[in-house]
């Protein structure tokens, strides 16, 4: 289990999230910023759900009351050329 | 059994039905001012946040540190942060990741130079471990800057950025370890007031008597206010700020820069954090981040720093700050009603709360004002005394772009 990736843009395994959740970040939202998972290039699209599964798990709550932490844009990473105006002298 | 505790030293405890003080708002300012209060042994001590410590924008900050201001009392209450700041991680046996990388202002234009050369005169009165750079020095410190956006600048070298959530979570644990009570999700819904004192806070999670309250609720601190009858003269501006992909360090220390309105550092991670501001603020309580705050961002970053055009933005946010008008915060007691205390109107609130902490700690035990904290009182927009800093960079409806 230790080896279980669940965050794979930052490396966060099943048991560093149950370390956090043992120490007390025990909220979705402080979870992920103790740990960095949902922070990376994929931004929680991949992570999100297995680890509200796993905090939900742990902490004996229903899932639906591990609510995913806001969505932030872009949807997908956009290079900062792309969105600079480009008349700007 | 408990229920969740949200982060280490925070507590699902009922409420006990009277505290010593009683602190609104569970973010940097309000937690830190428990810790401070608490070394102080003022009793029992309870924080009350309406969601999870951090949530507003101690969490959402740029995260800089500087105290190389203009006037002597900004010099004065943030040279005080700063020295707390550089030994903060031993004070709360939690490493807050202060990065000492130096913090940069740049300077863009000759008549900014001759400003900050004047600038630097006062620094150094103050003992601030200034330089005054010029083109050269600053194109050797930040090589990949815009050539055309530099003439020149000043390095305040012992200055630089920590990591705003585990600076939180130290305040939290060193204050939970000295009693402390940290209560999330637990909203103030109003205040007991007999004969001009504050009596007691009603809450979501019940009613509790006591004869201190600090109002330290961020960008709600207007309206918590006016739940005591308070009025504070602050408004509520949205500002927005951006992540990238983390990328080989290429930036060393802080640089803000008032040419175009913006503030930026690599964090150890090696992503490039920064925000920036449109030249008048918008008032909003809002905290949905727009496509033309990120285009701004990206179009004036860019500008900064070129090679930034092929990477990619990860993550946009925003945050509301109080602003008052002179863009200083409100620290002291509120004249209309005894052991009400005031802790917000923030804009530089990351850098300036270890020493607002220990300095409002210190008023509200001992009843006598600490010198430093004394031009900060909310007397002034009254009395006219407005503190004429002219060294942030900050978007400002009242004294234009300062």
Redesign the interface.
């Known amino acids: 289990m230790s080896k279980t990736i669940l965050c794979l843009c930052r490396d966060v395994t099943v048991q560093d999230v149950r370390r956090a959740v043992a ?5 979705m ?2 979870l992920k ?2 740990t960095g998972a949902c ?3 994929c ?1 929680g699209k991949t992570c999100v759900d297995g680890i509200r599964q796993l905090l939900a798990d742990l ?1 004996g ?1 229903p899932l639906d009351e591990v609510p995913a932490p806001p969505r ?3 949807v997908t ?9 480009r008349d ?1 002298d | 059994m408990l229920g969740p505790s949200v982060i280490p030293g925070a507590t699902s405890r009922e409420l006990a039905p009277a505290y010593d003080a009683v602190i609104v708002g569970g973010g940097l300012q309000g937690v830190a001012l428990a810790y401070e209060l608490a070394k102080r042994q003022f009793g029992r001590i309870a924080v009350l946040e309406a969601a999870y410590p951090g949530a507003g924008a101690s969490g959402r900050n740029g995260e800089m540190i500087r105290s190389a201001f203009a006037t002597d009392e900004w010099i004065g209450l943030f040279d005080d942060s700063l020295r707390r700041w550089q030994t903060l991680s031993a004070e709360l046996d939690f490493n807050v990741l202060f990065t000492r990388a130096g913090y940069l202002l740049l300077a863009s234009t000759d008549a900014a130079c001759e400003a900050g050369a004047r600038n630097v005169v006062l620094q150094r009165r103050h003992g601030l471990h200034v330089e005054l750079l010029g083109h050269d020095e600053v194109r050797a410190l930040c090589p990949e800057m815009s050539p055309e956006m530099v003439a020149g600048g000043i390095l305040q070298t012992d200055a630089g950025f920590a990591h705003h959530d585990a600076t939180l979570w130290a305040y939290a644990q060193a204050a939970a370890r000295r009693g402390v009570e940290i209560h999330p999700y637990t909203t103030v819904t109003g205040f007991g007031v007999a004969g001009d004192a504050v009596r007691s806070v009603a809450s979501s999670r019940g009613e509790i008597s006591t004869d201190v309250v600090v109002n330290a609720s961020g960008g709600q601190a207007r309206e918590i206010a006016l739940l005591a009858g308070v009025d504070v003269p602050i408004e509520t501006f949205r500002l927005e700020a951006m992540v990238t992909e983390p990328l080989a360090p290429f930036l060393r220390p802080a640089v803000s820069s008032p040419a175009i309105m913006g503030y930026c550092h690599q964090t150890t991670r090696g992503e490039f954090v920064g925000g920036t501001e449109p030249d008048v603020p918008t008032p909003s309580t809002s905290i949905k981040s727009t496509l033309d705050g990120a285009r701004d961002m990206a179009t004036k970053f860019v500008r900064l720093f070129p090679r930034l055009a092929g990477v990619r933005m990860m993550r946009h946010w925003s945050g509301v700050v109080t602003q008052t008008a002179d863009v200083a915060p409100i620290l002291g007691r509120a004249p209309e009603v005894d052991g009400f205390y005031l802790d917000c109107g923030w804009v530089y609130g990351f850098v300036g709360a270890p020493a607002a902490a220990a300095l409002m700690a210190e008023l509200i035990a001992t009843g006598s004002t600490p010198p430093t904290l004394e031009p900060f009182g909310v007397e002034r927009f009254s009395t006219g005394r407005l503190i004429r800093e002219t060294s942030l960079v900050v978007a400002s409806t009242d004294a234009g772009v300062t």
């Open positions: 120490e007390g970040y025990d909220d939202e402080t910023r103790f922070t990376g290039p931004q902490t709550r932030r844009p872009p990473p956009v290079r900062l050329g792309t969105l600079a105006a700007e």
